[in-house]
């Protein structure tokens, strides 16, 4: 199985800076059509979690533009601009291109 | 409004049986893939089994196979799990979601738990 690596596994951050967590497929993500499929989820407390993120750098509709994916084949960071207390919980890499699909670890954000 | 709302899941022995249950509504159910997706309480995402839009493809991790059987009615806009030869560590709670890897389009359920304990 494609094993999906994130880091740092917990973030604590001050409101208003930014954030960033890495993740790092075994394989990589690009497929035949040309797409890489990487996407970024975000679990908050006590939810189902929540696409963020899509073919890398896709937001879905409704995620504020705060939120940013970023990079290519085995080599992916998403990016949170200025954190607010909203965006407490974990967060998911998943890559969808290899069966089973996997997710990696989950990076915890927490306020300082 | 959009909305996958799962049912079916409880306390369940060693060796037993569940059919968990997603109710769709408010989009083209037949028009996606679908997936289970299972958390064990305080822990990370694992994929379960998708299905095709139409049912002709199914796809299982390798801890469930031969144990788990995923279906659907897009006529009655549902999707299923049949879960059997159930173990401890199946113990989860259970997601269903749509599978758009491509698309801006990825709805979850509430998820449903199972417990496996005698």
């Known amino acids: 199985d494609v094993v999906m690596t994130q880091s740092p596994l917990s973030l604590p951050v001050t409101l208003g800076q930014p954030a960033s967590i890495s993740c790092r497929s075994s394989?990589?993500?690009?497929?035949?059509?040309?797409?890489?499929?990487l996407s970024w989820f975000q679990q908050r407390p006590g939810q189902s979690p929540r696409r963020l993120i899509y073919k890398a750098s896709n937001r879905d509709p409704g995620v504020p533009d705060r939120f940013s994916g970023s990079g290519s084949s085995t080599d992916f960071t998403l990016k949170i601009s200025r954190v607010e207390a909203e965006d407490v919980g974990v967060y998911y890499c998943?890559?969808?291109?290899?069966?089973?699909?996997?997710f990696g670890q989950g990076t915890r954000v927490e306020i300082k | 409004e959009v909305q996958l709302v799962e049912s079916g899941g409880g306390l369940v022995q060693p060796g037993g049986s569940l059919r968990l249950s997603c109710a769709a509504s408010?989009?083209?159910?037949?028009?996606?893939?679908m997936r289970w997706v299972r958390q064990v309480p305080g822990k990370g995402l694992e994929y379960v089994a998708s299905i095709s839009h139409d049912g002709s493809e199914k796809y299982y991790v390798d801890s469930v196979k031969g144990r788990f059987t995923i279906s659907r009615d897009n006529a009655k806009n549902s999707l299923y799990l049949q879960v059997s030869s159930l173990r401890a560590e199946d113990t989860a709670v259970y997601y269903c979601?749509?599978?758009?890897?491509?698309?801006?389009?990825?709805?979850w359920g509430q998820g449903t738990m199972v417990t496996v304990s005698s």
């Open positions: 394989q990589s993500l690009v497929h035949s059509d040309g797409s890489t499929y």
């Open positions: 998943m890559q969808g291109i290899h069966w089973p699909w996997t």
């Open positions: 979601a749509t599978q758009s890897r491509g698309s801006s389009f990825d709805v």
């Open positions: 408010g989009f083209t159910f037949s028009s996606y893939w």
